[in-house]
């Protein structure tokens, strides 16, 4: 099983979320809500960063998609990358690895909280299985727990998944195909646009991961094109998208640019079934 894809925008893709988005829509006006407000989570996180345009690399609960955003708007032509690996997979590599030395825990609730708070990735990991990196966290309920190398052999399947199994693009890989995508598709007149990396999901908090993926797309793209990349960790951590949306909400244009209300969508709706 291949579990990365690249999301083209396909006419059945875009009924599919034209569908959800009405559905939704829907079920919230039924509830009385007066205007609703629709942004692209990645989005979200893009304005979070005061940035209307570059590549948001977001670390969901089962999959990291590479979401390239220009003036705002998602360019799905261009191509949404998405690798089957996100913070799901994390935890769960974490807990083979404690199994396999022997750490007796409870429950996942104590493997996530060691990974959120002992976990990072290293910068070069050859090096660091050299290091000591022991490092201890008291989980409520459960005691001390004592990790070493599986702090950064944790985050290390998002650049070699098949440590874990998974038959993936690395990360660094996935961004830059993206970056690939977006200098052939030459949306314009120069490339500077892709070149802001943001990161945003709370597995996506992890120590070093910035630092470790602009090593990593350096090595890999030709110097003309590498420079001026940068890759921002998440500006508010695990709420960087709703930082996100607490920004547009202030914007002397909210909620007339932004929202749509009752009756607009009522009336959308009846001239989408008229046509």
């Not at 599986?150 to 970056?179: D, K, N, S, Y």
Request: aromatic share 10%; hydrophobic share 40%.
């Amino acid at each position: 099983m291949q579990f990365f894809f690249s999301a083209s925008d396909t006419e059945s893709a875009k009924a599919s979320r034209q569908q959800l988005k009405e559905a939704i829509h829907s079920v919230l006006f039924d509830m009385n809500v007066p205007s609703v407000c629709a942004v692209n989570q990645a989005t979200l996180a893009l304005y979070a960063a005061r940035k209307t345009s570059g590549i948001v690399v977001n670390v969901g609960f089962q999959v990291t998609s590479i979401v390239p955003i220009l003036h705002g708007k998602v360019m799905r032509k261009v191509g949404v990358e998405v690798v089957g690996l996100g913070a799901l997979k994390l935890t769960g590599y974490l807990r083979e690895l404690m199994q396999q030395n022997n750490i007796q825990f409870e429950s996942m609730y104590t493997v996530r909280a060691l990974k959120e708070n002992l976990c990072y990735v290293a910068e070069d990991y050859e090096a660091e299985l050299s290091k000591d990196t022991q490092a201890s966290f008291e989980a409520a309920g459960e005691g001390w727990f004592t990790l070493s190398k599986e702090r950064f052999q944790t985050g290390e399947i998002l650049f070699r998944p098949r440590m874990a199994g998974v038959r993936a693009m690395g990360l660094h890989e996935a961004v830059v195909l993206c970056m690939d995508h977006c200098h052939a598709a030459e949306l314009t007149c120069d490339d500077s646009w892709f070149k802001t990396v943001v990161l945003s999901g709370g597995s996506s908090c992890l120590p070093g991961l910035a630092e470790r993926l602009q090593k990593e797309v350096y090595g890999l793209l030709p110097s003309s094109m590498a420079n001026g990349i940068r890759v921002i960790p998440p500006p508010y951590g695990a709420d960087t998208a709703w930082f996100g949306a607490r920004l547009i909400s202030n914007l002397s244009t909210f909620p007339e640019r932004w929202c749509i209300t009752k009756k607009q969508f009522r009336k959308k709706s009846k001239l989408n079934l008229i046509f």
